[in-house]
């Protein structure tokens, strides 16, 4: 029987979203295939990062349910313990979803819950040291274009709001960056490298290190040009390619300078 008007566009629309799909992964493929990764110089980090390094694991996500914020608390827990270090700390970067108001009725129980998980995990782990999570939270925020309320920019947004407050930064353009943060950020003034992780990467057994000596070896330090206003020379970010998609992991994090 032939398809005509609404039936045939949306089959249309239907062909078209599976072989954009089809597309994209088949260029990925062929990339890792013709631009293949070649190992980098590291430091020996293999008994700990030192405190010249001193490195946070942030993972910027949402607040989306009551169900997930235990997920998300239970899986930043699990990259601790394959990656324990003094010199390594863990945060959660966090907005509400997209809303049509500023604020929703459930958005303080879901706040009170992630605060609760990340206080919860200081106690579990507490030692002199200071504390090893930290939840930084920010508000929505009215976005013109879009006519919503929503986290500034989203997951770049979020990134480039903790980068100024390691910097020393707390405000910007249109107020605080972030509503609420938990856990005493004093450990947090001499950070040098952030790891990002998505909300499902993992981060395997001791790669944190790997990670941060890939980063602190004399070759690969960023070397920035001021009258070009770029790295010249070296890495100011870094995507590792040596973990692929299994069962067991995703692949990765991307690690990078905050100051030199």
Not at 134 to 156: A, D, Q
Request: aromatic share 10%; with cysteine.
């Amino acid at each position: 029987m032939a398809l005509h008007g609404w039936p045939l566009a949306i089959l249309g629309w239907l062909a078209l979203l599976g072989t954009s799909h089809l597309a994209v992964a088949l260029v990925n493929w062929l990339a890792t295939l013709l631009v293949a990764p070649h190992p980098l110089p590291r430091m020996d980090f293999s008994k700990g990062i030192p405190p010249e390094c001193r490195t946070l694991v942030a993972v910027p996500t949402m607040l989306l349910s009551a169900q997930n914020i235990p997920n998300l608390i239970e899986a930043l827990e699990i990259r601790f313990l394959a990656n324990r270090d003094d010199n390594l700390r863990f945060a959660l970067l966090t907005d509400f979803r997209d809303a049509r108001e500023e604020t929703l009725p459930d958005d303080e129980q879901l706040l009170q819950l992630a605060q609760k998980g990340i206080e919860g995990l200081n106690e579990k782990y507490k030692d002199s040291k200071g504390d090893m999570f930290f939840l930084f939270h920010r508000p929505r925020r009215w976005n013109p274009n879009e006519l919503i309320w929503m986290g500034y920019e989203r997951k770049r947004g979020k990134l480039a709001d903790l980068n100024a407050f390691l910097r020393g930064k707390t405000q910007g353009p249109s107020g605080d960056f972030f509503s609420l943060i938990v856990g005493d950020t004093t450990v947090l003034r001499n950070v040098k490298y952030v790891i990002t992780l998505d909300t499902d990467t993992k981060l395997p057994r001791d790669a944190a290190w790997q990670f941060v000596a890939t980063m602190a070896h004399p070759l690969n330090r960023a070397q920035y040009d001021e009258e070009k206003k770029r790295v010249c020379k070296g890495y100011g970010i870094l995507q590792p390619k040596g973990f692929r998609k299994s069962p067991r992991y995703e692949p990765v994090a991307v690690c990078g300078h905050v100051r030199e």
